[in-house]
Nanobody
Framework: QVQLVESGGGLVQPGGSLRLSCAAS????????MRWYRQAPGKERELVAA????????TYADSVKGRFTISRDNAKNTVYLQMNSLKPEDTAVYYC????????WGQGTQVTVSS
């Protein structure tokens, strides 16, 4: 079965950095676009970044362009989200996602940006 396990969240000061990881299993990872979403308290889940199967194309939400970088290692079945210049408004639970007939989600990892 499809499993997505996020890690790397935590508490960081404004301007700091974090690197999230999502380890995938149960499907042919290298064949699928992978996405990171986030959901802040009281808000809808929003797409943060996406990367195509071979990593040749990436897309970002306007709010994170220039600060976040999505990447993947198909040999390790892992997708990453490097987050730099973090702001308090980046505080959210971050989820890894793959759409394979259905949408699959990880359990999420909490990112809190606060001084």
């Amino acid at each position: 079965q499809v499993q997505l396990v996020e890690s790397g969240g935590g508490l960081v000061q404004p301007g700091g950095s974090l690197r999230l990881s999502c380890a995938a299993s149960g499907f042919t990872f290298s064949s699928y676009t992978m996405r990171w979403y986030r959901q802040a308290p009281g808000k809808e889940r929003e797409l943060v970044a996406a990367i195509t199967s071979a990593g040749g194309s990436t897309t970002y939400a306007d709010s994170v362009k220039g600060r976040f970088t999505i990447s993947r290692d198909n040999a390790k079945n892992t997708v990453y989200l490097q987050m730099n210049s973090l702001k308090p408004e980046d505080t959210a639970v971050y989820y890894c996602n793959v759409f394979r007939v259905f949408a699959y989600w990880g359990q999420g990892t909490q990112v809190t940006v606060s001084s």
